[in-house]
């Protein structure tokens, strides 16, 4: 399995704040959600990837090369549009068209029909997610083999959600291609990734597949006094609530056989979020 990015002891010091030597791996083939609170690192992770921040030290590598070596197989989408607003989506065509080789004109076309986009109305009379989508339309049109996305289906309604969504599962299809995407809609998220990056002050706190998420973590709750009675080793951070304590818990299997009585259920990205934030 080909590694579409690989990344080793990444690090990047500011002024207020730092990446603390990163290590991940995104195969061919695979979705990896990035996530954590705003301001943990996210996006400064992504510019780094990308050549927007120069990283202090570490390595990053995709399919083994430098960033150079691989821009036209890369594409990238920010939450923020980049493109002209006095643009028509023909017109945006016309100008990209050139600086990409792979460029594909009838998909574009078909991209455009799919997702209702009109091509001769100017990007500034469109809608947000009108927008967003014409932003993705034309970088599928280039043709990469992975996506790296921020937030982009911030502040979208869930109907145009679940179409960017439709869209990122249609690209993955391809087994050759890869998704590294951050998004605070978590929901969104588990529908599509195959692996979890929570990044947490610059530093992963998870950094594993989702199924091994689901098989080695699971919430608990409890009364305060079971609570005091469980074996530290088993909770990973807990949060007060004011009838009841809510528990993140390792080694499940051994959890619920020492402590049958206590209530659990399966963990989701929105429940891990909260608990380790």
């Given at each position: 399995m080909k590694k579409s990015i690989n990344v080793h002891n990444l690090s990047k010091q500011f002024k207020n704040f730092s990446l603390n030597k990163l290590s991940f791996i995104l195969n061919e083939g695979e979705v990896t959600g990035l996530i954590g609170r705003n301001g943990s690192g996210k996006t400064t992770?992504?510019?780094?990837?990308i050549g927007l921040v120069n990283p202090d030290s570490g390595d990053i590598k995709f399919?083994?090369?430098?960033?150079?070596q691989n821009k036209d197989k890369i594409g990238v989408v920010f939450d923020d549009f980049n493109i002209n607003m006095f643009l028509t989506a023909q017109e945006v065509e016309k100008i990209q068209k050139p600086s990409f080789s792979n460029w594909d004109s009838d998909l574009y076309s078909n991209l455009l029909e799919r997702f209702e986009i009109p091509k001769n109305i100017k990007i500034k009379d469109m809608s947000k997610g009108m927008k967003m989508k014409l932003q993705i339309a034309s970088v599928l049109a280039?043709?990469?083999?992975?996506?790296i996305l921020d937030e982009i289906t911030s502040?979208?309604?869930p109907v145009m959600r679940d179409s960017i969504i439709d869209i990122l599962f249609d690209f993955i299809q391809d087994e050759t291609n890869s998704i590294l995407i951050s998004s605070h809609n978590l929901e969104d998220l588990e529908q599509i990734i195959d692996n979890v990056l929570f990044i947490k002050e610059g530093s992963?706190?998870?950094?594993?597949?989702?199924?091994?998420?689901k098989d080695n973590y699971v919430i608990a709750y409890c009364n305060k006094e079971d609570f005091e009675r469980?074996?530290?080793?088993?909770?990973?951070?807990?949060?007060?609530?004011?009838?009841?304590m809510e528990l993140l818990i390792q080694h499940p299997d051994q959890f619920r056989n020492q402590y049958p009585e206590i209530q659990t259920e399966a963990v989701n990205l929105n429940e891990l979020f909260k608990l380790v934030n």
């Open positions: 992770l992504i510019k780094s990837l399919w083994n090369e430098d960033l150079d280039r043709k990469p083999k992975l996506l502040g979208l309604d992963f706190i998870f950094n594993n597949s989702i199924l091994d998420i469980i074996d530290p080793e088993f909770i990973i951070n807990n949060k007060e609530h004011d009838y009841n």
